[in-house]
């Protein structure tokens, strides 16, 4: 056996700064995950042979040996940071099914919340009034509904959505920085307390510098780790609108808070509602009876927010069956699925993604699909 673990491995590569996402994926596919470790302290020469860009291949033999390494691993753990990478059985399962999930995650908090059902919310960073109140009663809503909230700790809405969170549940922030840097630095006392009552997460490794360019690639996450994003408040170019995209490109839900049509902060919702799928509502009821017709395991709640009986089994559309059918027949993989089905890829991705949710299906390793119960 080898003196590092799959994850190690994979997390010292994470963590070389300017080794990109499709540059672990190749080494990952080219040599494995369990053959990684006999390229620790491999030649230039060699990474590019590989096919590495040259570039590239240079930070790879600077930064992948044994002792940088061993030196990331101790000044994470020293810095109180946990990680989980992609290969890890608790790594979030909804955030495996968007596009370049994460290698890995880092956080501060409670990591197990990242597997719990969740909502986004999302907004500007310059809310009117009536922005910032409504995000604050709608998240405090949710997380007394047992959703977990999720945002990015900027400032404006989302800074509303995680202090109406942490008045009656859980919130988690993702950060377009490292779990040690907090941006702004005005919402340090935010951060603390949502490490106490949450967790704060980064898929950026300590020592990595700002820069404006991460925390658009952020928002990925955030709708990657829930089962649906509201947009509070956004103009037209707001970076919630990228958060909201990420969403429908992962076949999550979105869902708009109305606002005037005269403001200026409501065109990007008004625009949303107007060319997209996604849907207008005014509370976290409205949100949890959408989602009923997917979910078995969402509390109910009657009209003075009492929690009654868990959701029945949910009905599965014709589609839905037939692939289940098919699965409990035999375990298949997608390209299996689809040649035998008329269905597109992005048909037969979100019908997958649905039997899932819906606690039908499981992906086995090898990305075969097989039933819960066998």
């Given at each position: 056996?080898?003196?590092?673990?799959?994850?190690?491995?994979?997390?010292?590569?994470?963590?070389?700064?300017?080794?990109?996402?499709?540059?672990?994926?190749?080494?990952?596919?080219?040599?494995?995950?369990?053959?990684?470790?006999?390229?620790?302290?491999?030649?230039?020469?060699?990474?590019?042979?590989?096919?590495?860009?040259?570039?590239?291949?240079?930070?790879?033999?600077?930064?992948?040996?044994?002792?940088?390494?061993?030196?990331?691993?101790?000044?994470?753990?020293?810095?109180?940071?946990?990680?989980?990478?992609?290969?890890?059985?608790?790594?979030?399962?909804?955030?495996?099914?968007?596009?370049?999930?994460?290698?890995?995650?880092?956080?501060?908090?409670?990591?197990?919340?990242?597997?719990?059902?969740?909502?986004?919310?999302?907004?500007?960073?310059?809310?009117?009034?009536?922005?910032?109140?409504?995000?604050?009663?709608?998240?405090?809503?949710?997380?007394?509904?047992?959703?977990?909230?999720?945002?990015?700790?900027?400032?404006g809405i989302d800074a509303a959505s995680h202090e109406g969170a942490l008045t009656k549940g859980e919130t988690i922030a993702v950060l377009g920085t490292p779990c040690q840097v907090t941006y702004p630095p005005e919402h340090s006392d935010l951060a603390r307390r949502?490490?106490?009552?949450?967790?704060?997460?980064?898929?950026?490794?300590?020592?990595?510098?700002?820069?404006?360019?991460?925390?658009?690639?952020?928002?990925?996450?955030?709708?990657?780790?829930?089962?649906?994003?509201?947009?509070?408040?956004?103009?037209?170019?707001?970076?919630?609108?990228?958060?909201?995209?990420?969403?429908?490109?992962?076949?999550?839900?979105?869902?708009?808070?109305?606002?005037?049509?005269?403001?200026?902060?409501?065109?990007?919702?008004?625009?949303?509602?107007?060319?997209?799928?996604?849907?207008?509502?005014?509370?976290?009821?409205?949100?949890?009876?959408?989602?009923?017709?997917?979910?078995?395991?969402?509390?109910?709640?009657?009209?003075?927010?009492?929690?009654?009986?868990?959701?029945?089994?949910?009905?599965?559309?014709?589609?839905?069956?037939?692939?289940?059918?098919?699965?409990?027949?035999?375990?298949?993989?997608?390209?299996?699925?689809?040649?035998?089905?008329?269905?597109?890829?992005?048909?037969?991705?979100?019908?997958?993604?649905?039997?899932?949710?819906?606690?039908?299906?499981?992906?086995?390793?090898?990305?075969?699909?097989?039933?819960?119960?066998?």
């Amino acid at each position: 056996m080898g003196t590092w673990s799959e994850q190690q491995l994979l997390f010292g590569l994470h963590c070389i700064s300017g080794v990109g996402w499709h540059t672990i994926q190749l080494c990952a596919h080219t040599v494995g995950l369990n053959g990684l470790e006999a390229w620790l302290g491999r030649s230039e020469k060699d990474w590019h042979e590989l096919g590495v860009k040259p570039a590239v291949a240079k930070r790879l033999t600077a930064g992948f040996n044994a002792a940088n390494l061993d030196q990331q691993l101790e000044l994470t753990y020293k810095s109180g940071t946990q990680w989980i990478t992609l290969i890890d059985e608790p790594y979030p399962e909804l955030l495996k099914h968007i596009h370049e999930p994460p290698w890995v995650l880092f956080g501060r908090g409670e990591m197990s919340l990242l597997n719990r059902h969740a909502i986004a919310m999302v907004g500007t960073r310059q809310p009117t009034v009536y922005g910032k109140k409504v995000a604050h009663k709608l998240a405090a809503e949710l997380a007394e509904r047992k959703l977990i909230v999720v945002s990015g700790l900027a400032r404006g809405i989302d800074a509303a959505s995680h202090e109406g969170a942490l008045t009656k549940g859980e919130t988690i922030a993702v950060l377009g920085t490292p779990c040690q840097v907090t941006y702004p630095p005005e919402h340090s006392d935010l951060a603390r307390r949502i490490c106490l009552a949450g967790v704060v997460i980064s898929e950026y490794p300590i020592g990595t510098a700002p820069h404006p360019g991460l925390f658009p690639r952020r928002n990925r996450i955030i709708a990657g780790l829930t089962l649906g994003t509201v947009v509070v408040e956004a103009a037209k170019r707001s970076g919630a609108l990228i958060t909201a995209y990420s969403a429908m490109e992962s076949s999550r839900e979105v869902y708009v808070i109305p606002g005037p049509i005269t403001s200026p902060k409501s065109a990007g919702t008004l625009q949303l509602l107007k060319d997209s799928s996604a849907k207008a509502i005014d509370s976290a009821t409205d949100i949890i009876v959408d989602l009923r017709c997917r979910l078995t395991t969402l509390p109910e709640t009657d009209n003075n927010g009492t929690v009654m009986n868990c959701f029945d089994e949910v009905a599965l559309t014709a589609s839905e069956q037939a692939i289940l059918d098919r699965i409990e027949d035999k375990p298949s993989t997608m390209d299996e699925l689809l040649r035998d089905s008329e269905l597109s890829f992005a048909e037969l991705h979100h019908i997958l993604l649905s039997l899932q949710l819906k606690k039908r299906i499981h992906e086995r390793p090898g990305a075969v699909y097989g039933s819960i119960w066998t």
